[in-house]
């Protein structure tokens, strides 16, 4: 079982950054693929990035390609997005997730609390 809690949202103005954080619980921690969620109001859940258990490969969604970077530091059972260049249209609850086996853009094992990401126009 793996527990994930995140943190760092807020609200930031368009063009501005954010960097979420997700600490995992676990001795297995570094097996486990990562990635990131959000959904925003009314609309369905939607992958944003990902990242396989060494870091060495990384996933995203188009709609955040060249703004967001997603990391991990196993030595500290945490995962990372840094968001740049915010839009409002990024404005979401992001959920962070951890796969048991590969990463996946439609689904996922686990799944953390959310934290809410308002860009501000």
């Known amino acids: 079982q793996v527990q994930l809690v995140e943190s760092g949202g807020g609200l930031v103005q368009a063009g501005g950054s954010l960097r979420l954080s997700c600490a995992a619980s676990?001795?297995?921690?570094?097996?486990?693929?990562m990635g990131w969620f959000r959904q925003a109001p009314g609309k369905e859940r939607e992958f944003v990035a990902a990242?396989?258990?060494?870091?060495?490969?990384?996933y995203y969604a188009d709609s955040v390609k060249g703004r967001f970077t997603i990391s991990r530091d196993n030595a500290k059972n945490t995962v990372y997005l840094q968001m740049n260049s915010l839009k409002p249209e990024d404005t979401a609850v992001y959920s962070c997730?951890?796969?048991?086996?590969?990463?996946?853009?439609?689904?996922?094992?686990?799944w953390g609390q959310g934290t809410q990401v308002t860009v501000s126009s």
């Open positions: 676990g001795r297995t921690f570094g097996s486990y693929p």
């Open positions: 997730t951890a796969y048991r086996v590969r990463v996946s853009t439609t689904r996922a094992d686990y």
């Open positions: 990242i396989n258990w060494s870091g060495g490969r990384t």
